[in-house]
């Protein structure tokens, strides 16, 4: 079995040397290389090329979320394949729906636990998105409170949520799931597996797919990524 290889992009010592500590205990995890700014940390990426790079929003030298879209930038035509799990302390839904539209695979809170933090680095190498679900708590409660009021946002973040060039927060609320779907658009939301959803719902792991799929064609979404920054934004789960 291949390990997942991570890279740590992180300038505290000892939060990178906690996190190296808690993840080596997993036989399945190798920690191929460490940074403790982004200058050092992007060049070792392009060289070690691995599967995920574990970034702290707060570099001293230049924050993750720019780390990120500059690596992302770069990753366009090539072999580099690397997916981005960002470590931060910042709790608000500014900050994620910046690092999504750079091109963040996940999202972490930096007082994640062990299991969380694992299941984070399972979910994200398997290509789907984790979002702590802190996070997503926070974003769902603002979003409750301003049902109505329009937020302004970044272009970034409107190019993520706008995959079909013209759609509007209006038309992603015109969208009808069912019963069952939202519940699984809920779940993926707060970072959960297939294997997860399925185990909560009781139902198969093949019938959890056969919704996602539908909440991807509902939502004119990519992937679980945009889907769950899309139901964040509009208010479809909560």
């Known amino acids: 079995m291949s390990k997942i290889r991570i890279a740590l992009i992180e300038d505290h010592d000892l939060t990178r040397v906690g996190i190296r500590t808690a993840l080596l205990q997993k036989e399945e995890i190798e920690i191929v290389g460490e940074a403790a700014n982004a200058a050092e940390g992007l060049k070792m990426l392009k060289t070690l090329q691995p599967d995920i790079a574990i970034v702290d929003i707060g570099l001293p030298d230049k924050d993750g979320i720019e780390l990120t ?13 690397t997916k981005v799990l960002i470590l931060t302390l910042r709790d608000n839904k500014e900050a994620v729906l910046a690092a999504f539209a750079a091109g963040a695979d996940s999202y972490c ?4 636990k062990f299991d969380n ?8 190498y398997n290509g789907n998105a984790w979002i702590d679900p802190a996070i997503a708590r926070i974003v769902l409660q603002q979003a409750q409170q301003n049902p109505a009021k329009p937020e302004i946002v ?3 973040t409107k190019s993520l949520m706008n995959t079909s060039g013209g759609e509007t927060h209006e038309h992603i ?4 799931l069912t019963e069952r779907e939202l519940e699984v658009l809920q779940l993926i939301v707060e970072g959960c597996s297939n294997a997860v959803i399925a185990e909560r719902l009781y139902i198969t792991v093949g019938t959890v797919k056969t919704h996602v799929r539908n909440i991807l064609n509902k939502l004119c979404a990519d992937d679980r990524t945009q889907a769950a920054v899309r139901a964040l934004r509009s208010g479809l789960v909560g």
């Open 173 to 176: 609320d015109a969208y009808t």
């Open 154 to 156: 970044s272009s970034d």
């Open 109 to 112: 809170m930096k007082d994640i």
């Open 69 to 81: 879209r500059e690596l992302k930038s770069t990753s366009n035509g090539s072999e580099l394949t």
């Open 117 to 124: 933090l694992l299941e984070a680095v399972r979910v994200t």
